[in-house]
């Protein structure tokens, strides 16, 4: 692809590949977001590995807990950076004003809206790689060679769908003080009926109905599927991975329909108070 267009305008391609790399910057110089999305899933692997690693799930044929534990920490690593890091991330910069000065400039808005949701994918990919390594050399969690291609798949269709979520959370989401206790509350409580900490294939049928309706336990099923050493085939979910697509569209019809560049009117004064700051900001980034 050519990196510039006839006149020494920049391609469109070039100018989303120095927006990611932008978007990279910023999340790596937020403490809290790096943390978030790239330690903590490997401490909860390390938590709940350490305290019943060597047990056994004889609801599912008898595999090691941590066998179980590894790919749904991976599950919970992609939504943990896609669908809470864009909500909190595009609700406070839109209250900050980042968002509408971001609109002003000739950058195109898809690429910039892109560039976001490439960065997320980007760092959810990145965690689940530390958290596979930390997983086979601390856990010897078995990699099932067969099945990497269901597990790759699988990794970025998850990516897609809680992106897509992720940024139509944030599109409806009246301002960003609310974002992270909305992208929390949305979450956590069905993490814990989908089989991404413990498997619900004992518990009362009534968890197992609630968490086939959201997209977690789809995502976690699939994904535990792809490390199950007793499955046989390929690897791939396809009745799952059909589930996730379909809340992946559902989530960009959202998305695209309520999308704001601006705060509502009546939003905390505070975003504004950060809009000077976060101009500059935009203005930063725009230039690289």
């Not at 990196?3 to 110089?29: I, Y």
């Not at 909500?87 to 839109?94: E, F, K, P």
């Not at 059909?242 to 509502?264: C, D, K, S, Y």
Request: contains cysteine; aromatic residues 12%.
């Amino acid at each position: 692809m050519p990196d510039r267009r006839p006149g020494g305008r920049p391609s469109e391609g070039a100018v989303l590949w120095r927006q990611v790399r932008a978007q990279n910057k910023l999340f790596l110089r937020n403490p809290f977001s790096a943390f978030f999305s790239l330690a903590f899933p490997v401490m909860f692997l390390l938590l709940f590995g350490s305290l019943n690693g060597g047990g056994r799930i004889e609801e599912l044929g008898g595999i090691r807990y941590i066998q179980f534990l590894a790919p749904g920490m991976l599950a919970f690593a992609v939504i943990s950076t896609c669908y809470t890091g864009l909500v909190t991330g595009v609700a406070i910069n839109r209250d900050e004003g980042l968002l509408k000065r971001v609109r002003g400039t000739p950058l195109p808005p898809w690429v910039y809206i892109s560039a976001r949701i490439g960065s997320a994918v980007w760092f959810s990919m990145v965690s689940a790689v530390v958290m596979v390594v930390a997983a086979v050399l601390l856990f010897r969690v078995e990699v099932i060679g067969r099945m990497l291609p269901a597990a790759v798949v699988t990794l970025l269709g998850g990516a897609a769908c809680f992106c897509a979520l992720g940024m139509a959370v944030a599109a409806v989401i009246p301002n960003g003080e609310a974002a992270p206790v909305i992208a929390n509350f949305t979450f956590f409580p069905i993490a814990f009926v989908s089989d991404l900490f413990f498997p619900t294939a004992g518990a009362p049928a009534w968890v197992g109905t609630v968490g086939s309706i959201f997209p977690v336990k789809h995502f976690a099923v699939a994904m535990g599927h792809t490390f199950n050493p007793l499955a046989a085939g390929s690897g791939f979910q396809w009745g799952h991975l059909g589930m996730l697509a379909l809340w992946t569209v559902a989530g960009v019809v959202v998305a695209v329909r309520f999308f704001r560049w601006e705060p509502r009117t009546g939003a905390p004064r505070g975003g504004r108070r950060r809009a000077g700051r976060a101009g500059r900001v935009a203005e930063a980034d725009t230039a690289a």
